[in-house]
């Protein structure tokens, strides 16, 4: 079965750097986009960043653009989140998800359980 | 960052009929297909409904989603306490180069 394990999260200090990682299984990662998605504590999901599936191409929410790179490693099935110049406005838990698409139809079919990162001022 | 609007709650009675509006605009909703996601409390997402109207393997058959423009809904048929969640709607936003959700609405059964 699908498996996307989250890791790398904690508490940092204001300004300073994290790197999430991603650990994928159970089906065929080198075919897939990967996304991460972020949601602050009692909020709403946000969409952080997309690679697609050779990474090729990358997209970022405005929020972190510039802060935050996307990669991925095809042959460890890993997905990363490298975050830099943090802030507590990035207080979240930061969870991955495949993304599938088909024309004009687009999702995220499944989903990690989630990191913590805790930006502390 | 959110840009597609949800009712922030919903309600129901066991049994009853419940629906979710989901309203964005013509580079998000009104290019792409919508999709909908259950987060239970304490869980990560799931995807519930995709491509406006498909159930992914597994979800039952009282939900039920629809499109038209540049809004959305979905709809729980015989709700049951299980349903108890927040919901959100998503679609990809060319704007953006990236998915954008709803607000969320939290259903809760009575």
């Known amino acids: 079965q699908v498996q996307l394990v989250e890791s790398g999260g904690g508490v940092v200090q204001s300004g300073r750097s994290l790197r999430l990682s991603c650990a994928a299984s159970?089906?065929?990662?080198?075919?897939?986009?990967m996304d991460w998605v972020r949601q602050a504590p009692g909020k709403g999901l946000e969409w952080v960043a997309i690679?697609?599936?050779?990474?090729?191409?990358?997209y970022y929410a405005d929020s972190v653009k510039g802060r935050f790179t996307i990669s991925r490693d095809n042959s460890k099935n890993t997905l990363y989140l490298q975050m830099n110049s943090l802030g507590v406005e990035d207080t979240a838990v930061y969870y991955c998800?495949?993304?599938?698409?088909?024309?004009?139809?687009?999702?995220?079919?499944?989903w990690g359980q989630g990191t913590l990162v805790t930006v502390s001022s | 960052q959110s840009v597609l609007t949800q009712p922030p709650s919903a309600s129901g009675t066991p049994g009853q009929r419940v629906t979710i509006s989901c309203s964005g605009s013509?580079?998000?909703?009104?290019?792409?297909?919508v999709n909908w996601y259950q987060q239970l409390p304490g869980t990560a997402p799931k995807l519930l409904i995709y491509g406006n109207d498909q159930r992914p393997s597994g979800v039952p058959d009282r939900f039920s989603g629809s499109k038209s423009g540049t809004s959305a809904s979905l709809a729980i048929s015989g709700l049951q306490s299980e349903d108890e969640a927040d919901y959100y709607c998503?679609?990809?936003?060319?704007?953006?180069?990236?998915?954008?959700f709803g607000t969320g609405t939290k259903a809760t059964v009575l």
């Open positions: 998800a495949s993304d599938r698409w088909e024309g004009r139809v687009r999702r995220l079919d499944y």
């Open positions: 159970g089906f065929t990662f080198r075919n897939y986009g």
């Open positions: 013509s580079s998000n909703v009104g290019s792409y297909t």
């Open positions: 998503a679609a990809w936003d060319d704007s953006l180069n990236g998915h954008v």
């Open positions: 690679i697609y599936y050779d990474g090729s191409n990358k």
